[in-house]
T-cell receptor, first 111, second 113 residues
Framework: EDQVTQSPEALRLQEGESSSLNCSYT??????LFWYRQDPGKGPEFLFT???AGEEKEKERLKATLTKKESFLHITAPKPEDSATYLC????????????FGKGITLSVRP | KAGVTQTPRYLIKTRGQQVTLSCSPI?????VSWYQQTPGQGLQFLFE???????NKGNFPGRFSGRQFSNSRSEMNVSTLELGDSALYLC????????????FGSGTQLSVL
C-alpha cells in the first residue's frame, strides 16, 4: 500500500528564515508526486508535480525536489503570506491509480 | 473560468440520517474525485468518477456512495450517518484524472451530532 509521511507536523519560522519541508514516500511505482497548499477554510491548491528522481521545480520562493524516497519543499526567505498547510501526495503507476496524501505540514511565518 | 463549486458549504445532521453533497466541476473537466479530510487522518480518497462511471474507489464502507451525471456534476451520499463521519468533504476535478493536477472546491463541512 502506498504511504506518505510528512515532517515536521508543524513549523514556525521568522520572516526571511529559510527552511525545508520533508515528504517521505513508499510506492510500488511512481507516476507522480504532487505538492499542494491549503489555506484555512479552503480546498488545496496545486503547486507542483514531480515525475522522476532528480527533477526540480520552482515557483517564487518555493522549490520542490525529488529523490527515489523523498521530496523536499524548500522555502526561501518566507513571508507571512506563505503561512498555510502544505500537502504532499503520490500517485502510483497503473490505470486509474488514486492519489495518496500525507497529513500535511502547517507552516506559520511570523513577521 | 468558474472554479469547482460545492454545495452546501456547511451541514449539520444527526446520527442515523443521510446526506447528499453536490459538486459542480470546472467546465470541460470530466473527472471528479471526492476526498474526506479530518484532523487525525488527513485527506483520504473516497472515489473517482469519469464520464458517469466510477473509475476508482477508496477504503470506505458502503454507506458512502456517489454518482456522476452526464454534465459531469457529481453527488456523494452518506447513509446512516455516524459521529465519525464529521469531516470536510472535498471535491476535485480535472480533465482526465490520472496524473493530472486537481482543482479542489472549498468543501462541505459536515457535522454529525
Amino acid at each position: 500500500e502506498d504511504q506518505v509521511t510528512q515532517s515536521p507536523e508543524a513549523l514556525r519560522l521568522q520572516e526571511g528564515e529559510s527552511s525545508s519541508l520533508n515528504c517521505s514516500y513508499t510506492v510500488s511505482g511512481l507516476r507522480g508526486l504532487f505538492w499542494y497548499r491549503q489555506d484555512p477554510g479552503k480546498g488545496p491548491e496545486f503547486l507542483f508535480t514531480l515525475y522522476s528522481a532528480g527533477e526540480e521545480k520552482e515557483k517564487e520562493r518555493l522549490k520542490a525536489t525529488l529523490t527515489k524516497k523523498e521530496s523536499f519543499l524548500h522555502i526561501t526567505a518566507p513571508k507571512p503570506e506563505d503561512s498555510a498547510t502544505y500537502l504532499c501526495a503520490v500517485q502510483a503507476t497503473g490505470a486509474n491509480s488514486k492519489l495518496t496524501f500525507g497529513k500535511g505540514i502547517t507552516l506559520s511565518v511570523r513577521p | 473560468k468558474a472554479g469547482v463549486t460545492q454545495t452546501p458549504r456547511y451541514l449539520i445532521k444527526t446520527r442515523g440520517q443521510q446526506v447528499t453533497l453536490s459538486c459542480s466541476p470546472i467546465s470541460g473537466h470530466r473527472s471528479v474525485s471526492w476526498y474526506q479530510q479530518t484532523p487525525g487522518q488527513g485527506l483520504q480518497f473516497l472515489f473517482e468518477y469519469f464520464s458517469e462511471t466510477q473509475r476508482n474507489k477508496g477504503n470506505f464502507p458502503g454507506r458512502f456512495s456517489g454518482r456522476q451525471f452526464s454534465n459531469s456534476r457529481s453527488e456523494m451520499n452518506v447513509s446512516t450517518l455516524e459521529l465519525g463521519d464529521s469531516a470536510l468533504y472535498l471535491c476535485a476535478s480535472s480533465l482526465q484524472g490520472a496524473g493530472e493536477k486537481l482543482f479542489f472546491g472549498s468543501g462541505t463541512q459536515l457535522s454529525v451530532l
